[in-house]
């Protein structure tokens, strides 16, 4: 029977705040990580996607609008929807102000979190704000320490290099880990793929990432198509497989129906597989390099930028290299092909050493294991670290015990 004397157990509340997908993913760890750690007495409260809809058991939470109304990128593109942005930012801060929550956790997104944060300041509105995802000061402009350390009470850092920009400015940071290392990407299953797609298994298979924007694959694609021009005489029976995001599909197949050696193109839902049953990768530089080193698959990156864009970044990048795998070990160990050096001639020679050289490639995979053992792999996942974080500003967390 209950005891009207006995004080009901407290749900505190975390009102999350994502702009765009791989935010709304890393949320939903947060927030999944938090509702496990809490026996389910938590409450959210926010802005997020679909994964952060629907990944918790307590009660879930509703998006106070659309996210996709913060998914704006350039100049051009935001210039007409200011008012809309404006809007939400006020929103926002009128809902963290209105909600009072335990805390407020903001998710990349730096343009709209902080404004939202800052206006909320302004008005004395007095909540713990911790932002996942560092601004890479360590890459260029490291003046954004002193400047986020003035609004944030604490700072998770994807990198391992990160935390101390930021804790000699005075602000908590904490290094979680880069959620790639928590996840399936190197789950594939190579000989399922190869017999959906015939290929047969001794066959040459070279993996093709021109990107996932328009501009990338606008200046990467002719470049890998002849890249494969000159490896197709190489390599007998050298099959391309492209892992494609929606928008571009299409695009891609049109383009590649030329090229020396036969290409099959998948969706993004197979990236897995088809990594699993290449033997080396040709991709543009981002993310994917991390990806490409979880699933164990030796590669070269490539790059170029417009020729102003990259006179401007070579005086603003405080860092020899692109990929970050690279970067963390601070050597080459990924060959990194970049603007000038672009060209389908040292493409082809460093894929094909790959495709040649078990040692090189048993060399690269060892190389990107070291990179991914610091970057969090092997340890707990980085939502959970995260929440660990958060919850240590939920206030009264003895109530909760």
């Known amino acids: ?18 702009g765009e997908p791989s935010g709304d993913a890393l949320g939903a760890s947060v927030m999944q990580a938090l509702d496990v750690k809490l026996g ?33 990128m350039g100049v051009f593109e935001i210039a007409p929807r200011l008012p809309l942005l404006l809007k939400r930012i ?3 801060a009128n809902a963290v102000e209105r909600l009072k929550p335990d805390v407020l956790l903001t998710i990349d997104a730096p343009d709209f979190c902080f404004r939202v944060i800052k206006r909320l300041k302004a008005r004395g509105v007095m909540v713990p704000v911790v932002h996942f995802v560092a601004p890479s000061v360590w890459a260029w402009r490291p003046g954004r320490a002193a400047k986020v350390a003035k609004f944030l009470d604490h700072l998770l850092c994807l990198l391992p290099f990160e935390p101390p920009y930021f804790e000699r400015e005075g602000l908590k940071a904490t290094f979680v880990g880069h959620p790639v290392v928590a996840s399936s990407i190197g789950d594939g299953d190579g000989p399922s793929f190869r017999a959906r797609y015939g290929i047969a298994p001794d066959a040459p298979v070279l993996c093709v990432l021109p990107g996932s924007r328009s501009g990338e694959v606008e200046r990467l694609l002719a470049v890998f198509g002849e890249t494969v021009a000159k490896l197709a005489p190489q390599f007998p029976g050298l099959k391309i497989v492209m892992p494609s995001v929606e928008h571009l599909e299409v695009r891609l197949r049109t383009a590649c129906a030329t090229w020396a050696a036969p290409v099959v193109v998948v969706g993004g839902a197979q990236k897995a597989d088809a990594f699993a049953a290449s033997d080396a990768a040709l991709a543009a530089s981002g993310t994917v390099a991390l990806e490409l080193a979880m699933a164990g698959l ?29 970067i963390i070990l601070d050597r080459e160990a990924v060959p990194e092909l970049l603007q000038e050096n672009c060209t389908p001639e040292n493409l082809a020679l460093e894929v094909a050493r790959l495709l040649d050289d078990e040692g090189a490639r048993t060399a690269q995979k060892a190389a990107a294991f070291e990179a991914l053992k610091q970057l969090g792999f092997g340890g707990l996942p980085p939502g959970e670290r995260a929440a660990d974080v958060v919850l ?5 967390k003895g109530e909760l015990q």
């Open 1 to 18: 029977m209950h005891n009207p004397d006995t004080p009901s157990i407290r749900r505190p509340l975390v009102f999350v705040l994502a």
């Open 90 to 92: 006020k929103e926002t």
């Open 40 to 72: 389910g007495r938590v409450q959210f409260a926010g802005v997020g996607g679909p994964q952060m809809l629907g990944v918790v058991k307590s009660g879930g939470m509703e998006s106070l609008f659309p996210m996709q109304d913060l998914a704006v």
């Open 298 to 326: 030796p590669n070269v990156i490539a790059y170029k930028v417009h020729a102003l864009t990259a006179v401007l970044a070579r005086r603003l990048l405080k860092t020899r290299y692109a990929n970050l795998i690279n």
């Open 392 to 396: 240590s500003y939920i206030k009264d």
